[in-house]
């Protein structure tokens, strides 16, 4: 399998990032979901499903990361992302306490992006006029984070 690149790590959290932005946007919200780079180089969509109609999103988080570990364990990836919507700790100093969570990780690199947000009032007003944004964003936060699927 060929090695990770940061374009493909760039894809992966571009694609996290968007589809979580989009799903804020329609839906205020958004469960846990990922993608990963396959055998071949090429990202493809991750999600779960617990058996259970409403589940903790923990749950669905945990489901993933089994998933993407066993799938490295079979050489069926190089590199994944997972999304989640979170409060961001405060540590952090976030703009906002809401925010999206991409853990990205490969070999040798494992980073948690948040982007921080704030839904903007009147959604229904907004969503009409179609072009006032929904959800402010603040800078994204980086933190290096020690690795789970990839250590040694």
């Known amino acids: 399998m060929p090695g990770t690149n940061i374009d493909e790590l760039a894809a992966l959290l571009r694609y996290c ?3 979580s932005q989009m799903m804020l946007a329609k839906a ?3 469960h846990p979901f990922g993608a990963f780079v396959n055998s071949a180089g090429k990202i493809e969509a991750l999600g779960a499903h617990t058996g259970s109609d409403n589940p903790p999103d923990q749950d669905v988080y945990a489901l993933l990361e089994s998933a993407v570990s ?9 590199a994944y992302a997972l999304a989640a919507n979170v409060n961001i700790p405060q ?3 976030s703009h906002y306490p809401d925010g999206i ?4 990780e490969s070999a040798g690199y494992s980073r948690l992006i948040y ?3 704030k839904m903007l ?3 229904a ?12 964003y603040a800078d994204a936060i980086a933190v290096d984070v020690p690795s789970k699927v990839f250590a040694s």
């Open 101 to 104: 969570r991409v853990h990205v």
């Open 28 to 30: 205020g919200e958004f």
């Open 121 to 123: 009032q009147y959604g």
């Open 91 to 93: 540590s952090l100093e």
């Open 70 to 78: 066993s799938m490295r364990n079979d050489g069926k990836l190089s």
């Open 17 to 19: 990032e968007q589809f």
């Open 115 to 117: 982007t921080p947000y």
């Open 125 to 136: 007003l907004r969503r009409f006029l179609g072009f006032l944004p929904l959800v402010e």
